[in-house]
């Protein structure tokens, strides 16, 4: 009969265990979003628009003191490049290499390759 209690009782530690909620490492904002966007609809979304909606998000996480994902200035590297502005995107792609030194070999080569 005492297993029966004790059942009940560690099912019900696992699972609130589980519904704490530790706040996310990043700031994602809509950045999941627009690189589906991007990829999925980019006719549906000037490079304009794309990185305006990314500086906002960058400027929410950066008033909640709080960094942004692993890809994001890379991505606003690659809007930049797209745009024909290769200066905005060595200095996003350099961002992203310095935030993300696993990134640095790929950044690197990118850069290089930018005239």
């Known amino acids: 009969m005492k297993k029966i209690k004790i059942v009940p009782v560690f099912l019900l530690l696992a699972i609130s265990g589980c519904a704490s909620s530790t706040p996310p490492l990043y700031e994602w904002g809509h950045y999941e979003d627009l690189i589906y966007q991007g990829y999925a609809h980019g006719d549906k979304l000037s490079p304009d628009e794309h990185i305006a909606k990314l500086q906002a998000d960058y400027e929410v996480a950066k008033s909640k003191n709080r960094p942004v994902p692993p890809g994001y200035h890379a991505q606003l590297g690659f809007l930049y ?28 080569r990118i850069i290089d390759k930018i005239k």
């Not at 200066?87 to 961002?95: T, V």
Request: hydrophobic share 25%; proline share 7%; glycine share 4%.
């Open 81 to 108: 490049y797209k745009m024909g502005k290769p200066e905005e995107a060595k200095k996003s792609f350099s961002n992203e290499e310095e935030l993300f030194p696993e990134s640095k070999a790929y950044m690197t």
